[in-house]
């Protein structure tokens, strides 16, 4: 089936420009100036409204094990939500514990979308135990299962810990590969110091959890991820989650260098604070528990994030999209800080979050679609693909409407949770019409999509490295 969707303004990396963009099946076949497309039976009218790629979210985990509980959103229910918002392609984790083979635990996760996807997906792989058989694996999914970027932890001792020299040692193997190597930065060892600390001092409410993990922890992971990464022969690394100045300017020092160092954040680290939210009365601080924790608003932190997505060094917005209800989840933390399960739920909002920041000056409209669709697409080995409204690609495509308003609240989300992290807020700005590989899936807040149509997408190699 073919059509046009015409009238409308076509946003991408360098900039908006008036096209109408012509789809056949799944695929975008033209662009044309303005009424000069050929005469087509069916038409989508765009006008007033944007036409940009649809969001990739790089950093979700929709079903994963954490804390002694799981993520609340299932692989169905979270790109479900994901559609809503104008996110039609995800990569989550599959994960591979200490003595696990890395191979089952990939066919886990395949399991667990098979059949259950709203939108395409693909995965980075959680290395938790970095051993001659694990380091074999990397390159056996690089080859064959379209997999090339895996996730080590410099926290969570006893869970997903790596020390320095596994560190290395998977660094050296993804410089052989070609693959990227993605760092959750946070001195976890140091961390559980502090933690033990707080809690003898019966400091046991959510705040803590913030002042527990300072940002000078972040920054020091972050500054030894880079030079482990450097003495790897300039392996190429991605820090996700960034939420800080101190680790910000780390990795503006490295890129200034030439070297193969990126990062993203989240519309959380730029929005939200430690004592508003996290400081919150009461147990209801929980709601926003995630590590990288909240930053103080008494600090530069969200000012420098978002000059650092202008600059890019800061080159992607991601959610870390891990959520958990408050009912039997959250609660679990009731006094003791360190026993809430850490994630926030984002996946829904991330177009309009940072919508909200081309609309309070923030950020470029162009810049805007780089940060939310083309630079994930082509940091993970998807475009042209994906990322892009351009003939070939696929037609992943939303029409965004300038002139209308989202309200956020748990009464209207889609996503599995007791609870909104946004209750209340208000975004200058709302996803009319979701496209995923030519089919329409949301259409003036109606869903017409269905579990299944999602597709696995391997991936290739990064665009970016040298």
């Known amino acids: 089936m073919s059509y046009l969707i015409k009238n409308g303004t076509v946003v991408g990396p360098t900039g908006p420009n008036p096209a109408d963009v012509l789809v056949d099946g799944e695929r975008i076949v033209a662009l044309f100036a303005p009424g000069s497309a050929p005469d087509v039976?069916?038409?989508?009218?765009?006008?007033?409204?944007?036409?940009?790629?649809?969001?990739?979210?790089?950093?979700?985990?929709?079903?994963?094990?954490?804390?002694?509980?799981?993520?609340?959103?299932?692989?169905?229910?979270?790109t479900r939500a994901a559609a809503f918002g104008g996110t039609t392609t995800i990569?989550?984790?599959?994960?591979?514990?200490?003595?696990?083979?890395?191979?089952?635990?990939?066919?886990?996760?395949?399991?667990?979308?098979?059949?259950?996807?709203?939108?395409?997906?693909?995965?980075?792989?959680?290395?938790?135990g970095v051993d001659d058989e694990s380091l074999k694996a990397m390159d056996q999914l690089v080859a064959t299962e379209g997999i090339s970027s895996f996730k080590l932890f410099m926290a969570y001792p006893?869970?997903?810990?790596?020390?320095?020299?596994?560190i290395l040692r998977a660094m050296q193997k993804a410089r052989d590969n070609g693959a990227m190597i993605m760092m959750h930065a946070e001195n976890g060892p140091a961390i559980d110091v502090l933690v033990k600390q707080a809690l003898e001092r019966g400091e046991t409410d959510p705040y803590f959890h913030g002042t527990t993990r300072p940002q000078e922890l972040e920054a020091e992971a972050t500054s030894r991820a880079i030079w482990l990464a450097e003495v790897a022969s300039d392996t190429p690394l991605y820090i996700v989650h960034l939420s800080a100045s101190k680790a910000l300017e780390q990795v503006a020092a490295a890129r200034s260098r030439g070297r193969n160092v990126f990062a993203e954040t989240c519309p959380q680290y730029l929005y939200l604070t430690l004592e508003d939210q996290l400081g919150a009365p009461g147990f209801?601080?929980?709601?926003?528990?995630?590590?990288?924790?909240?930053?103080?608003?008494?600090?530069?932190?969200?000012?420098?994030?978002?000059r650092g997505l202008r600059t890019n060094d800061?080159?992607?917005?991601?959610?870390?999209?891990?959520?958990?209800?408050?009912?039997?989840?959250?609660?679990?933390?009731?006094g003791d800080f360190s026993k809430i399960p850490n994630g926030i739920g984002n996946v829904e909002h991330r177009?309009?979050?940072?919508?909200?920041?081309?609309?309070?000056?923030?950020?470029?409209?162009g810049r805007w679609v780089e940060t939310i669709a083309?630079?994930?697409?082509?940091?993970?080995?998807?475009?042209?693909?994906k990322g892009v409204i351009a003939p070939g690609s696929d037609a992943d495509i939303v029409l965004y409407d300038p002139d209308g308003r989202t309200r956020i609240s748990?009464?209207?989300?889609?996503?599995?949770?007791?609870?909104?992290?946004?209750?209340?807020?208000?975004?200058?700005?709302?996803?009319?019409?979701?496209?995923?590989r030519g089919t329409v899936i949301v259409q003036d807040g109606e869903y017409k999509g269905r579990a299944g149509h999602g597709r696995y997408v391997p991936r290739g190699l990064s665009d970016y490295l040298i």
């Open 91 to 128: 990569i989550d984790f599959a994960i591979q514990r200490t003595g696990e083979v890395v191979q089952d635990g990939l066919a886990a996760w395949h399991e667990k979308t098979a059949g259950n996807c709203h939108i395409d997906y693909g995965f980075h792989m959680i290395i938790g």
């Open 410 to 436: 748990v009464d209207t989300h889609h996503m599995n949770m007791d609870y909104s992290a946004w209750e209340g807020w208000e975004i200058a700005g709302r996803v009319d019409t979701v496209i995923s």
């Open 158 to 166: 006893g869970v997903f810990y790596s020390d320095d020299g596994q």
């Open 314 to 334: 800061l080159a992607v917005v991601s959610t870390d999209h891990c959520p958990f209800c408050m009912k039997d989840q959250k609660e679990m933390g009731i």
């Open 41 to 78: 039976a069916e038409t989508i009218d765009a006008t007033g409204k944007y036409v940009i790629p649809g969001g990739i979210d790089a950093h979700t985990h929709m079903q994963m094990p954490f804390g002694g509980t799981e993520a609340s959103d299932t692989f169905d229910t979270g």
């Open 284 to 306: 209801e601080g929980a709601k926003w528990v995630c590590s990288t924790p909240l930053r103080s608003k008494h600090e530069s932190h969200q000012a420098d994030l978002w």
């Open 374 to 385: 083309t630079t994930p697409a082509r940091m993970f080995g998807m475009y042209p693909r």
């Open 351 to 365: 177009v309009d979050l940072l919508y909200q920041g081309v609309v309070d000056g923030k950020l470029s409209l």
